[in-house]
């Protein structure tokens, strides 16, 4: 354990590879970290730091801070610096390819390329709080404050929302191979057929059963077809989402109270985060049947 | 029931410029108090207190898309208060300041539709500085049509009043400013100050918005005779005998936040409802309301409906009007 911001740290992630831990907090700094705890990279900007997001390659991170956002490379090399976008960047993320790097902010979502200057910006009155590319790059998406899905077509910025969940939308994942879309909000999941024309007009596979928030929501890796959830009342769900009949497939029930999840990328195994700072493992049974 | 004590209470200052809303905040800052206080600031304070959790905000208001035509709220509040919440340990009180230009709309209707923030933390009063020697020119300043008054408005949304700068004014000019703050908003309690000094318990821990404490103040109904200034914003109180009906009172209530709830700032009652041996209680901001059933009445308690409405352009026989046929006969 190592001291590593002045104040609260906001968000900590290991790169893909496993090399590097970036943090980010309060005090406005994004910094990079090796496994023996000495600092690698760092920079600065004015405000708090939101969130911060590994390129797949795991060569470089972004986070959003204040009003910018801040790039750093792992090798410690200086990385482009952007403007300061109209206001506080809420979240980050990144295409597929690691080309291009999604901000949302309050207001609408910026795209930056290799320039200062974003290479498209998609107002929209708003308050995105996650925000999540599709992996073919072709839509991105956020989950906002006002219980709403915001969708843009990343080539000509045509629109889509969608309302009436029941709070805020915190988890969105997006299927492999693009075609589908997942959010949570509260103790509801929906998914949103993205294939042909995009789920315009249509009608999403609603996915009820956990009793409390849920608070981590995945694709498998190694099953693209399945889609993983956890909630904080210690039930882990495992789905295969069908437009008539059940969608569960399988369940558990622990006796913890869950704040996030991530599938292995090798294994039908989770990895969750407690309120209580502990890591639990579960396993679902290899070829699930109904 | 009151879950009211582990949820960390937040006062919000608002004050016009030059009031003396900073100095108050430094105030509760630097007095060796013994309370651990977060402050949220729109702008960075000039004096550096030791040890105090002060936090720059940036005003992100933003619209909720929930059919509610007048629900903004503070969307950076949402983040600070989020994060602030992770350390809860490190304070008891959080105080946040707006800038003189403020609305408090969003910053109120902020605690009232995150889930998070409602969970966690409590709006517990909204609390207005007024500089004594000028207020009167900013309550009558002409203002182009829709445009606010933000003057008018921040005494509308308070609970409670600081009348600062008592120094400056004499005591006819007092009177004649606490009239003014009295028919604007009838239900806050009203103090005055000279550099905004006032016992802390009076703007922290207040239960303002606790439906418990609803109308713990009585309100001072004016009669529309008193007023003596043409103004935008008044208070409208009812106090009627007698049962309501609940259908009936429903209608009423949601007539009065659809058609009204643009225009009324905040509203608190107590009403007697037919068939029912406990009071209930109510308020609101806009169309924000929460109401609950109340403890019992008690046996020689005075069976009174009591409302008060604060806000724009309300028409008092109107409301008295409709309210009175949802009484039982």
């Known amino acids: ?290 | 029931m009151s879950t009211s004590d582990s949820k960390v209470p937040v006062t919000v200052v608002t004050g016009f410029l030059g009031s003396g809303k900073t100095t108050l905040v430094n105030y509760i800052l630097s007095e060796n108090h013994g309370k651990r206080i977060a402050v949220i600031e729109n702008e960075f304070g000039e004096v550096g207190v030791d040890d105090a959790l002060i936090i720059d905000a940036e005003e992100e208001i933003f619209e909720m898309n929930n059919g509610c035509i007048c629900c903004t709220v503070r969307g950076d509040l949402i983040r600070i208060l989020g994060t602030l919440m992770k350390r809860r340990d490190r304070f008891d009180y959080i105080l946040v300041e707006t800038t003189g230009l403020a609305d408090p709309a969003p910053v109120a209707q902020t605690f009232f539709v995150d889930d998070e923030i409602r969970s966690q933390l409590r709006l517990d009063a909204i609390v207005t500085v007024v500089d004594a020697k000028h207020l009167s020119m900013h309550l009558f300043e002409e203002k182009a049509d829709g445009v606010e008054n933000e003057a008018l408005e921040q005494i509308a949304f308070a609970d409670r009043i600081l009348l600062n700068k008592t120094d400056l004014a004499s005591e006819e000019e007092l009177v004649e400013v606490e009239g003014h703050l009295r028919s604007i908003n009838a239900s806050a309690s009203v103090v005055r100050t000279h550099m905004s000094k006032v016992d802390l318990d009076w703007v922290l821990n207040v239960g303002a918005f606790d439906l418990q404490r609803v109308l713990e103040v009585e309100p001072t109904f004016l009669d529309d005779s008193e007023h003596v200034h043409d103004q935008s914003i008044v208070s409208v109180g009812i106090e009627e005998a007698g049962q309501v009906d609940v259908e009936k009172i429903n209608d009423w209530l949601g007539w009065l936040l659809g058609e009204k709830g643009v225009d009324i700032f905040r509203m608190k009652g107590i009403l007697n409802v037919f068939g029912s041996d406990n009071r209930f209680v109510f308020q609101g901001v806009h169309m924000l309301f929460d109401g609950q059933p109340d403890r019992a009445w008690g046996e020689k308690e005075d069976r009174v409906n009591k409302m008060i409405f604060i806000g724009r352009n309300l028409d008092r026989d109107e409301i008295t009007q409709r309210f009175r046929k949802c009484l039982v006969r």
């Open chain 1, 1 to 290: 354990m190592f001291e590593a911001h002045d104040g609260d740290v906001v968000r900590a992630k290991w790169s893909p590879s496993g090399q590097f831990v970036a943090s980010c907090g309060v005090d406005g700094a994004l910094r990079i970290w090796d496994l023996a705890g000495s600092m690698v990279a760092e920079a600065q900007h004015r405000g708090w730091a939101t969130d911060l997001a590994w390129r797949t390659d795991g060569d470089e991170v972004a986070a959003g801070i204040g009003r910018c956002v801040v790039r750093l490379l792992a090798n410690g090399m200086k990385a482009v610096q952007h403007e300061e976008l109209p206001a506080s960047v809420e979240c980050v993320t990144w295409s597929e390819d690691g080309r291009r790097l999604f901000a949302g902010h309050y207001g609408g979502v910026a795209i930056f390329q290799g320039s200062a200057k974003p290479v498209k910006t998609f107002p929209w009155k708003g308050a995105p709080l996650v925000v999540a590319a599709s992996s073919d790059g072709k839509w991105v998406v956020t989950g906002n404050q006002d219980a709403s899905l915001h969708v843009w077509k990343v080539a000509n910025g045509s629109e889509l929302q969608m309302t009436g969940f029941s709070t805020k939308v915190l988890l969105i994942a997006w299927s492999r191979n693009s075609l589908r879309l997942a959010n949570a909000a509260m103790n509801e999941i929906s998914e949103w057929d993205f294939s042909g024309k995009g789920p315009k007009g249509s009608k999403p596979i609603g996915m009820l059963g956990h009793s409390s928030r849920i608070v981590g929501l995945g694709y498998v890796p190694t099953h693209p077809d399945l889609l993983g959830s956890v909630a904080t009342d210690g039930s882990a769900r495992l789905w295969r989402p069908v437009k008539s009949g059940n969608s569960l497939i399988q369940s558990h029930r622990t006796q913890h109270v869950f704040s996030s999840m991530r599938w292995s990328p090798t294994e039908l195994r989770m990895v969750c985060g407690t309120s209580t700072g502990e890591v639990v493992s579960i396993s679902f049974d290899e070829e699930p049947g109904q």
